[in-house]
């Protein structure tokens, strides 16, 4: 920039090159190049291309995207080893990356369910707190990149398996529920602390490392909370056994709550490991749904089943009322609660010792802690052809992420080559526009 002899112009230069070396920016250049991908794949139907602004767009640019697709990850990048989960917007697969061998969890969203079920889909959240958490007890995302039909997310991968698999094979001691729910105490604390309500806490979404310790995990039904630290959704969301009463009472209303509702799944979580049942299971919804709302009067403690005081004391202050519930005054409340105390290790040091159970594991690919998933035999629902343009690929535009390297961070980018990136998005966008 030395050349640059206006000095307003090079002020306005480094705040460009800034914005667009920012990871966090929605204008660095990953979202440019997903820009580009994504009105090349959205025009890219005959009659779409019938119009003169998008046929001089595709003409300049459809080599050019088709030249980045090829350059940037991509799902050919790994080999799969096997499929470990399915969810409703997509699948989990182990893969291993054909170039450096290493081993991840690799989580596929199907584009045409997000948008299908856009109230739902809170992909972005899960991103974006997978990408800047830097927490030990969140899994962590690596990459995440995309194609015409999927979402990408390349994440750590947990061979110890989830809660509910440890749950199966051993009959869980206080002192191991201790433990685990201390570990997720902490993971909550960590969500919680980046401004988001995770809304999904059960057994499932707690991980194991390969030494045993614990990292929360599915992020796609967290919500940002407001300035006021609540969250308002019309939609009930979360599994039935764990949704706390707030939360079941949004829907289809104004619901209005906030992180409290994680520890009423908190609660949940712990009676379930000394119990082994849910406290509010019933054979239908709704008569789960009935004794959640009744938990004044639904909620008991089996007499066969020896659970201590301060077991029964913490999880009763856990399922309750939202204004009474234990942790609405910050997260302190609950640590200090004489469940936790013990001889062993503290909340500061917990990280450092050693869990009730460290998986016994073959190799990084091991797969034993993990059940068999059958093959998905529905029909792979895909964008049928649209006859305008529709831009089915704009919503996902800047999903695209490499926790490894930022792109123009690594050598020194000129005047020149800052503004010949920002030509392509301002020329694409307006074709994007002009055509509409």
């Not at 045993?212 to 969301?237: E, I, N, P, Q, Y």
């Not at 520890?263 to 406290?279: A, C, I, K, Q």
Request: negative net charge; glycine residues 6%.
């Amino acid at each position: 920039m030395d050349g640059v002899e206006d000095e307003d112009r090079k002020r306005r230069l480094r705040q460009l090159e800034e914005t667009i070396q920012d990871p966090r920016s929605i204008a660095n250049v990953d979202c440019l190049l997903d820009t580009v991908q994504a009105l090349v794949a959205d025009c890219d139907h005959p009659s779409v291309k019938r119009m003169k602004n998008v046929e001089a767009y595709m003409n300049r640019y459809d080599k050019v995207a088709a030249s980045v697709c090829k350059l940037r990850m991509k799902m050919d990048d790994f080999s799969l080893i096997k499929v470990i989960g399915r969810g409703a917007f997509g699948e989990v697969q182990l893969v291993r990356h054909k170039s450096t061998q290493k081993v991840y969890a690799m989580k596929l969203l199907s584009k045409f369910e997000m948008i299908k079920r856009s109230d739902s889909a809170f992909f972005w959240e899960e991103r974006d707190i997978m990408a800047h958490a830097n927490s030990q007890w969140i899994v962590q995302l690596h990459f995440a990149f995309q194609d015409t039909k999927y979402l990408y997310m390349v994440m750590d991968y947990m061979p110890g398996g989830d809660l509910v698999n440890l749950m199966s094979n051993y009959d869980v001691p206080e002192k191991w529920a201790k433990f685990y729910c201390a570990e997720v105490v902490l993971a909550l604390d960590a969500i919680h602390s980046m401004g988001f309500v995770h809304r999904d806490v059960k057994p499932d979404n707690m991980l194991l490392d390969q030494h045993g310790h614990l990292k929360l995990a599915d992020f796609g039904t967290c919500m940002r909370m407001d300035a006021d630290g609540l969250v308002r959704s019309d939609t009930a969301v979360g599994t039935p056994d764990y949704i706390s009463p707030e939360v079941l009472q949004s829907q289809g209303g104004e619901g209005v709550y906030g992180r409290e509702c994680d520890w009423w799944s908190v609660g949940v979580f712990l009676y379930e490991m000394l119990v082994g049942d849910t406290p509010f299971y019933a054979d239908s919804l709704v008569g789960t749904y009935s004794k959640i709302m009744d938990h004044r009067n639904s909620l008991h403690f089996p007499t066969d089943i020896e659970i201590s005081h301060n077991a029964k004391s913490l999880i009763c202050s856990f399922l309750t009322d939202r204004t009474g519930r234990l942790g609405r005054n910050g997260v302190e409340e609950i640590k200090s609660h004489s469940f936790f105390q013990n001889d062993q290790w503290t909340f500061d040091n917990l990280r450092d010792c050693v869990p009730p159970v460290v998986p016994e594991l073959a190799g990084d690919d091991d797969t034993s802690n993990f059940d068999d998933v059958d093959k998905d035999e529905s029909p792979e629902e895909n964008f049928s052809t649209p006859k305008a343009f529709a831009g089915n690929h704009l919503p996902f535009v800047g999903f695209t992420y490499s926790r490894d390297y930022q792109l123009l961070t690594g050598w020194s980018t000129t005047d020149k080559q800052i503004l010949d990136v920002v030509s392509v998005i301002q020329f694409a966008l307006c074709c994007a526009l002009n055509s509409v």
